[in-house]
């Protein structure tokens, strides 16, 4: 009897079987204690002081070129911890450089451009203040998606729309589950949508809960023309793309794609005046990135790109699919243990799939 061996099985056998050298790249967010953070992208100040400690004492902190996946060498220093931050929160700069730059430690800056200086908050953010925050929930809550009409009230209990003082029973822990639920059922409808929907869409929830005001906190709000400056003049850091809108890029048309990445590219080169040559994909999965998408970053300049997907670095990694390793808010001990995790030899990253 003829057994087939299943593709993920045979990668799964090789990486066991391999003992080349490895590296990992870290993927950070935000570095605040913020305690409305539904995603868990938020690493405390206390927390994120004590992972560098750990990255200082225990491994060899590199800067992303020093991977040199694009050279013939692919000289991959094995141990190596590559530090990226994602999105351009202004706590990337108030927060998180002074500690790296203190200890030495490189990183590299994602900046989601369109967001630059625009005193917006971004979707998830904003998305707090209309569901999490909101003194109150109309009853009939509706948005149209594509056309179709949506009843919110679905994705929470009927009893539990009025605000918190005009409860039926269940008491604040029901009504916050509640607003929970709201708040990831839209997240997953908003994420998918392109821009003039999305705003659409928020715009219509902003109209129906009465949260007129889109400007950004000071706490949530995102990097300046300046910060941007001050970041990519220390020569530890890398500022880099992550598109202008973050939107899933799969979802766009070509055209819109190519858009959205070679102009990020471009805006960023003209506020920095110098090359920019990284770029992380939106979201990252590979749900949200297709091998088109891998091809018109490539087309459009940049040496190297970031996924979101778990993965070590090797001398065969594609340098246009790096894996990264998403970072909690975790303490000393247990980010020392997902840091020896991160470096097992089954972490393997899958390829995006057409």
């Known amino acids: 009897m003829i057994h087939t061996v299943s593709k993920s099985l045979k990668r799964r056998v090789r990486s066991l079987l391999d003992r080349s050298p490895r590296a990992v790249i870290l993927a950070y967010h935000r570095v605040a204690a913020d305690p409305w953070d539904p995603s868990q992208l938020c690493v405390s100040p206390r927390h994120f002081e004590e992972q560098m400690h750990l990255l200082r004492e225990e491994t060899e902190p590199i800067r992303l070129r020093d991977l040199a996946l694009g050279s013939p060498e692919r000289n991959i220093r094995n141990g190596g911890v590559v530090l990226t931050f994602d999105d351009g929160y202004a706590d990337s700069w108030s927060s998180a450089a002074p500690v790296l730059a203190a200890m030495r430690i490189p990183a590299t800056f994602f900046v989601t451009t369109g967001m630059v200086d625009s005193g917006r908050e971004f979707l998830a953010d904003e998305l707090i203040h209309l569901t999490l925050l909101a003194a109150r929930l109309p009853k009939p809550l509706e948005i149209a998606v594509?056309?179709?009409?949506?009843?919110?009230?679905?994705?929470?209990?009927?009893?539990l729309f009025g605000g918190k003082d005009q409860l039926e029973g269940g008491g604040k822990a029901t009504d916050e589950?509640?607003?929970?639920?709201?708040?990831?059922?839209?997240?997953?409808?908003?994420?998918?949508?392109?821009?003039?929907?999305?705003?659409?869409?928020?715009?219509?929830?902003?109209?129906?809960?009465?949260?007129?005001?889109?400007?950004?906190?000071?706490?949530?709000?995102?990097?300046?023309?300046?910060?941007?400056?001050?970041?990519?003049?220390?020569?530890?850091?890398?500022?880099?793309?992550?598109?202008?809108?973050?939107?899933?890029?799969r979802r766009l048309p070509v055209e819109e794609q190519a858009r959205q990445i070679r102009d990020s590219k471009c805006q960023l080169e003209?506020?920095?005046?110098?090359?920019?040559?990284?770029?992380?994909?939106?979201?990252?999965?590979?749900?949200?990135?297709?091998?088109?998408?891998?091809?018109?970053?490539?087309?459009?300049?940049?040496?190297?790109?970031?996924?979101n997907v778990p993965g070590q670095i090797r001398r065969d990694s594609n340098p246009f699919w790096l894996p990264r390793c998403l970072v909690r808010d975790?303490?000393?001990?247990?980010?020392?243990?997902?840091?020896?995790?991160?470096?097992?030899?089954?972490?393997v990253a899958q390829p995006v799939s057409a």
């Open 177 to 249: 589950m509640a607003r929970e639920r709201l708040y990831a059922a839209l997240h997953r409808i908003l994420r998918e949508e392109n821009s003039e929907s999305r705003e659409a869409i928020l715009s219509e929830i902003r109209r129906q809960v009465g949260g007129g005001d889109v400007s950004a906190c000071e706490s949530h709000r995102t990097l300046s023309s300046s910060e941007l400056r001050e970041l990519a003049g220390e020569d530890l850091f890398e500022v880099a793309a992550h598109s202008i809108e973050h939107l899933v890029l």
């Open 270 to 307: 003209r506020i920095l005046s110098r090359p920019v040559e990284s770029f992380a994909y939106p979201y990252g999965s590979e749900w949200d990135v297709s091998p088109t998408t891998v091809d018109l970053v490539r087309q459009a300049g940049f040496r190297q790109a970031c996924a």
């Open 146 to 159: 594509r056309g179709q009409a949506v009843r919110l009230a679905e994705m929470m209990q009927p009893a």
């Open 330 to 347: 975790w303490g000393e001990a247990e980010f020392r243990q997902k840091l020896r995790d991160f470096f097992l030899p089954h972490h």
